[in-house]
């Protein structure tokens, strides 16, 4: 199999097809969700090292307020938090509908038809609850199989240190195997979904079949991915700390600096966030589509399942 023609064609398509762009940041925007380590973040014990500099008397104004509206406090509390609920539902349902209407595009790309951002829209809806009953099964497949690791590992630890390093280092290689076992799987059985229009348990079968007869390349695209993916997390802090050297440096001057720095940097910050995610979203989600077509030529499906209807002409 050649992966530079898979990588090169990804990229031209991502590149040539920007329009794709639209569903890539939705298929990639929820991955930001739950990906910070709250504890990390240590709030309860830091929020008296935020009074310091020109935050002193507006945090202490702030917290007197929030302490004599109690009622009021919890009222924006709570709406606060239902917002962002809203927001994540919105692009968890954005990331599946938009994962198959890329899916979809990518297809017919490689098959010189033509395609609509609507329509594509629209081949993502219909599969959404197909896509949900995936997504379901793989959180408790994979819930159960992290639960059969960490358990023993916890288990080691208590009995003695030694033994608990020990179990790690046996752990961590099973857990990559099954990274690389269930994702691949997962992401297969999304391709065959959308391009055969098949259900959620023969997906899963025929994806099962494709990752087994190719184990090898299954395995060179796996960490082809994974390869790309530490380019990219290296990539983005260095961008966000570009981003962050200057609003640090007009902090210092005033509150007005820092305030008009902000207002002018963190638009363009997230502007060039949402454009990467959708160029992101367009190529990987590309570079697996065509990694499936090219294991069906290896491999062609023998029970065929009807296509969904033809879309109309290109445009958006």
């Known amino acids: 199999m050649d992966y530079n023609k898979i990588l090169t064609r990804a990229f031209e398509i991502s590149w040539k097809h920007k329009v794709l762009w639209v569903l890539g940041f939705f298929a990639t925007s929820l991955g930001y969700f739950g990906g910070q380590d709250l504890k990390k973040l240590d709030i309860g014990d830091k929020i008296d090292n935020w009074r310091y500099g020109y935050f002193d008397s507006t945090l202490h104004d702030a917290l ?3 302490e004599a509206n109690t009622e009021l406090s919890v009222a924006i509390i709570l709406f606060i938090v239902a917002m962002l609920l809203l927001l994540m539902l919105f692009l968890f349902i954005m990331n599946l509908i938009s994962i198959a209407g890329l899916i979809a595009g990518v297809n017919k790309i490689e098959k ?5 951002l ?6 993502g809806a219909t599969y959404f609850w197909r896509f949900l009953g995936m997504f379901f099964l793989s959180a408790i497949v994979v819930t159960t199989f992290v639960f059969v690791i960490i358990i023993p590992i916890v288990l080691a630890f208590i009995m003695t240190p030694v033994l608990g390093v020990l179990a790690l280092f046996i752990g961590l290689p099973v857990g990559l195997a099954g990274t690389f076992f269930f994702g691949n799987i997962y992401s297969l059985a999304q391709r065959d979904i959308v391009i055969y229009n098949a259900h959620v348990f023969q997906s899963i079968g025929e994806a099962y079949n494709l990752l087994i007869k190719h184990i090898g390349p299954n395995l060179v695209i796996f960490l082809i991915e994974a390869f790309l993916w530490i380019i990219i997390i290296i ?3 260095i961008i966000a700390i570009l981003f962050a050297i200057p609003i640090v440096m007009l902090a210092t001057q005033s509150i007005m600096t820092l305030v008009l720095s902000l207002l002018i940097i963190v638009p363009i910050f997230l502007l060039v966030g949402v454009v990467i995610m959708g160029f992101m979203g367009t190529f990987f989600n590309s570079l697996m ?14 029970n065929a399942v009807p296509a969904p209807p033809e879309m109309p002409a290109a445009g958006i």
């Open 289 to 302: 589509t065509i990694f499936y077509l090219e294991l069906r030529k290896l491999t062609p499906r023998t």
């Open 112 to 116: 010189n038809e033509s395609y609509r």
């Open 235 to 237: 990539g983005g802090a």
């Open 118 to 123: 609507s329509g594509l829209f629209k081949i």
């Open 64 to 66: 007197d307020w929030f």
